[in-house]
């Protein structure tokens, strides 16, 4: 067997190794058709839109997102998961918006995304002056996950991140928010073809 062929074949055979181990027995990955996030605030986020709309800022939601008594509720409209690990990105639609006089922060496009044991939760944002990119809003250690057929659900406490919090601060050019702080619980059911 030539040099090349043996570089070929070793590379094959570390090809299917790593598919092997990076797709364990049984795992298959799935499209999301459908299903639903909700997050309710701690209470530290609802004395904190309190002070908010206390102090000249609104905070709605758009699209399909609903925000009533302090939870939001996000369609889940797409992605992808491995089952039953539930591992992937799930798509959520709509979104809130934040606004002060002439200064807007948007936040829309959220998606769920779960690896190991961990969740992120993250959005596009933007606003006049902050420019379209995508953000880790918070994350969520060791979630609850379970499967039933092809629903699975997904819960647990989310918890800001940096990137987040120095927005919020900065729209509101005033320190109210620090990493680390609980945004509040999630819930997400989501279903897979």
């Known amino acids: 067997m030539s040099r090349v062929a043996r570089t070929v074949a070793a590379g094959l055979v570390v090809s299917l190794c790593w598919v092997v181990i990076a797709a364990p027995a049984g795992a298959k990955d799935r499209p999301v058709t459908g299903g639903k996030m909700t997050m309710s605030a701690s209470s530290a986020i609802v004395e904190l839109v309190t002070f908010l709309r206390g102090h000249g800022v609104t905070v709605t939601s758009t699209g399909p997102a609903t925000l ?6 996000w369609p889940v409209v ?12 799930m798509d959520l639609r709509g979104g809130l918006k934040f606004a002060e006089g002439n200064r807007v922060l948007r936040m829309r496009d959220y998606e769920l995304s779960y690896h190991g044991d961990e969740a992120i939760f993250s959005a596009l944002i933007s606003g006049r002056y902050v420019s379209l990119h995508r953000i880790v809003v918070a994350r969520m250690h060791d979630p609850d996950v379970h499967m039933s057929g092809d629903t699975g659900t997904m819960s647990g406490g989310l918890e800001i991140t940096a990137d987040w919090a120095g927005l919020i601060n900065r729209l509101l050019d005033r320190h109210v928010l620090v990493a680390g702080a609980d945004l509040g619980d999630c819930s997400a059911t989501v279903h897979a073809a």
């Open 78 to 89: 797409g992605g992808s998961m491995e089952l039953p690990s539930m591992h992937g990105t």
């Open 68 to 73: 009533e008594h302090g939870v939001v509720t």
